[in-house]
């Protein structure tokens, strides 16, 4: 069953309208939430972040947080999800086709479910990864549904027998297509500051309570992609790929296995769920 608004609806009776600006502008924001077991992975977080995007982009959710949730918990039992993600977004409705905001602004929410293992493959021996040219906007924090120059960059992986793209700015790495990125050197852990040209991963916040938690120092600074070349350990964070080890970076070998601090955040990370 999908979600949409206040309803949960077959798949095949829901009818997007032409003109949900979602659609037509990419205006709206989402959330991917983890689910282990049938229960839902750092879900109040998600509803933050959520709640921040909205501010950002001045659109009025069409509930309460606390309604979300309930819809969302809902959602998962309806679908008797086990082990997967949950996808929700919120457009700004709909409305005749222009660039500024509708006069009534009605939101829309919609959400489903998909089962999904954990990637536990490469979450054990690693990945390659490419880098690019960062041509996304300004405004990274945010977490749009206009996604553009994610996707491109996620294609030029593909294209290039990677599992990821990692971005860089002005010389400056920022992070993957749909992860943040962090290397290790001399002990210590090196990642992109949360400012606009990132979206603030709820991982990563995962990944620095650990660090915390561990005694490993969680340092928030700007890097090149010759450090990184530099560097100890390297891996990637997301909702979906977990802590994941990067091995390769374009034709430098960064470590021929998974190094130890980023399997000891690991394991520190399954214990949680
Ligand atoms: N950065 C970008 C651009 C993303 O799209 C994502 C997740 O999709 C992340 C970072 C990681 O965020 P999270 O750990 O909340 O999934």
Redesign the pocket.
């Known amino acids: 069953m999908i979600l949409v608004n206040d309803q949960f609806i077959p798949r095949e009776n829901v009818h997007i309208d032409i003109e949900d600006r979602g659609y037509q502008f990419g205006d709206g924001i989402y959330e ?1 939430i983890r689910v282990y077991d049938g229960k839902i992975f750092r879900l109040d977080q998600h509803l933050l972040r959520l709640e921040r995007s909205a501010k950002e982009i001045k659109l009025v959710l069409p509930m309460s947080i606390q309604e979300i949730k309930e819809k969302i918990t809902k959602l998962i039992a309806i679908n008797n999800l086990s082990t997967g993600i949950v996808y929700f977004q919120v457009t700004r409705g709909v409305a005749p086709r222009e660039h500024s905001f509708p006069n009534n602004r009605v939101s829309v929410l919609t959400a489903y479910t998909t089962e999904k293992e954990r990637p536990l493959d490469k979450i054990q021996n690693g990945i390659k990864v490419v880098t690019t040219e960062d041509i996304r906007w300004l405004r ?1 924090d945010i977490k749009t549904i206009n996604l553009l120059g ?1 996707v491109l960059a996620k294609q030029f992986a593909i294209e290039n027998q990677a599992d990821e793209t990692i971005q860089i700015r002005n010389n400056i790495v920022t ?6 990125f962090f290397i290790v050197k001399n002990g210590n852990l090196y990642t992109h500051p949360a400012n606009n040209f ?2 603030k ?4 916040d995962v990944v620095e309570e650990i660090a915390q938690k561990l005694g490993i120092k969680f340092i928030e600074q700007e890097f090149s992609l010759n450090e990184v070349y530099k560097a100890d350990e390297a891996f990637i ?3 979906t790929v977990e802590i994941m080890p990067v091995l390769q970076v374009n034709d430098t070998k960064i470590s021929h296995q998974p190094g130890q601090i980023t399997k000891t955040l690991q394991n520190e990370f399954s214990k949680l769920l």
């Open positions: 991917v990274c994610n992070e993957g297509s749909s992860s943040n990132i979206l991963g709820i991982t990563r964070t997301s909702t």
